[in-house]
């Protein structure tokens, strides 16, 4: 068995877990401009603009699907509904996704192309709030005797004490490393813009189905979790959409890929 004691409290009243989902955003903006650096056709303001624009939206939309998932306790405690104790990451993307969608209407930018940029990036993100989940004992696995088994010690966590439990948060910073690796291989791979996005989704969303049987959850219907219904309709409308539209192409930087707007 694993221990894990460390504070959940870094300082004052902010957790890890706040400090890691803020690092990971960080991280994933600095990807996005390392790609434009090295010569992704979008503008620096695109990038900055789109940030602006998504990770408010993103907040928001994770915020309240968490609150949608957890109604019986929110509805007797109104006065909690807002804040960012609980946040979900399909809220978090698809929010974002959203938001920068309606954003790119309004600009001169192809979203899929922008979204096939930052798709590897989105997955380090997700690496490192991971890592605070950990420290926070959040988003914790059932109870297990497996060797690899966590329990947590420290009375600020909020995973139960002293439990051995599947470390589901790790199990996904692994997921989440190797989906990365296979984006970093079919990039420019596929067409049209936002293939890999698409790709990106469908892998986290069926690791998400598959892994949250491992974990704590309350169920919200046909006694599967929020997050595993959400991921069988971005699966199902992922596969249609690539078998239907994406295509296979054997180098990238073509004159089209060039010449995209900013």
């Known amino acids: 068995m694993i221990t894990i004691g460390i504070d959940p409290v870094a300082f004052l009243n902010v957790r890890w877990y706040g400090i890691l989902v803020a690092l990971g955003i960080l991280v994933l903006i600095l990807w996005t401009l390392r790609e434009v650096k090295k010569g992704a056709n979008l503008s620096y303001d695109t990038v900055f603009t789109a940030a602006l624009v998504g990770i408010p939206s993103g907040i928001i939309i994770s915020r309240l699907l968490h609150v949608i998932d957890v109604w019986d306790y929110y509805s007797q405690?109104?006065?909690q509904i807002i804040g960012a104790s609980g946040l979900t990451i399909y809220g978090a993307v698809l929010g974002a996704a959203l938001a920068i969608w309606i954003y790119s209407k309004?600009?001169?930018f192809r979203f899929g192309y922008?979204?096939?940029v930052v798709a590897p990036g989105i997955?380090?993100?997700?690496?490192i709030g991971r890592v605070g989940c950990t420290i926070n004992g959040c988003c914790y696995g059932t109870e297990t005797s497996l060797p690899w088994a966590v329990v947590y010690s420290?009375?600020?966590s909020f995973a139960p004490l002293g439990i051995p439990v599947h470390p589901t948060q790790i199990y996904e910073i692994i997921a989440c490393l190797i989906i990365f690796g296979v984006l970093l291989k079919l990039?420019?791979?596929?067409?049209?813009?936002?293939?890999l996005f698409l790709v990106y989704l469908g892998l986290y969303s069926a690791w998400r189905f598959s892994v949250s049987f491992l974990r704590v959850g309350t169920p919200f219907l046909f006694g599967l979790q929020?997050?595993?219904v959400i991921a069988l309709i971005v699966l199902a409308v992922?596969?249609?959409l690539l078998a239907s539209r994406a295509r296979w192409v054997k180098a990238e930087g073509s004159a089209e890929d060039r010449s995209a707007p900013q």
């Open 114 to 116: 922008f979204a096939d």
């Open 238 to 240: 992922v596969i249609f």
């Open 154 to 156: 420290h009375p600020d």
């Open 123 to 127: 997955t380090l993100a997700q690496a």
């Open 77 to 79: 405690n109104p006065g």
């Open 226 to 228: 929020q997050a595993q």
């Open 106 to 108: 309004f600009s001169n």
């Open 187 to 195: 990039r420019g791979r596929l067409k049209p813009d936002g293939s």
